[in-house]
């Protein structure tokens, strides 16, 4: 069995991915609002892709701890998703999403969910591989950091 492979650390900007997509009727759920299935589905793919820039590598999802819709997005809304590694494990990464409605005409912006997700880095072959070590550039990165270290013991416990 080989030695396990220490990778040169990372910063948290070099994860940062923003997607940006207007809500039309295709989007809409039986309210008239923008289904929030298609949100979930936009977050998985701007925390993956996170997630892949900072492993340079596939990753799958295993996890999605928490996901509150507080605010309802609107048909003719333009999400904006932006998302970035706020905890590295030896192949697992833990991803900050956070979710913003625009509306264009109006000129306002809400922020309407945070959620974090975790994924694990494979390799040629399917396994899980590791992952470069996150290396904070601020004191609020440092502490969210601290925060998903937590985060991933409790995971762990269940």
Request: net charge positive; charged share 20%.
């Given at each position: ?18 997607i ?21 589905k ?20 295993v ?96």
């Amino acid at each position: 069995m080989s030695e396990p492979v220490e990778l040169p650390g990372k910063p948290v900007s070099a994860s940062r991915m923003s997607i940006a997509q207007l809500m039309n009727p295709e989007h809409a759920n039986n309210h008239g609002n923008v289904h929030g299935g298609w949100i979930m589905k936009l977050i998985d793919e701007a925390g993956g892709l996170a997630c892949m820039r900072h492993a340079q590598r596939r990753v799958v999802t295993v996890a999605v701890d928490t996901l509150t819709f507080r605010k309802p997005i609107f048909l003719g809304n333009l999400v904006t998703i932006t998302a970035e590694v706020s905890y590295v494990g030896r192949t697992s990464m833990e991803v900050e999403v956070q979710v913003f409605a625009e509306d264009m005409i109006h000129g306002t912006k809400i922020h309407t969910n945070t959620a974090y997700l975790v994924y694990v880095a494979l390799d040629k072959q399917g396994r899980s591989a590791p992952v470069p070590g996150l290396i904070p550039e601020t004191e609020a990165q440092r502490q969210r950091m601290q925060a998903g270290r937590k985060r991933q013991e409790e995971r762990l416990k269940s």
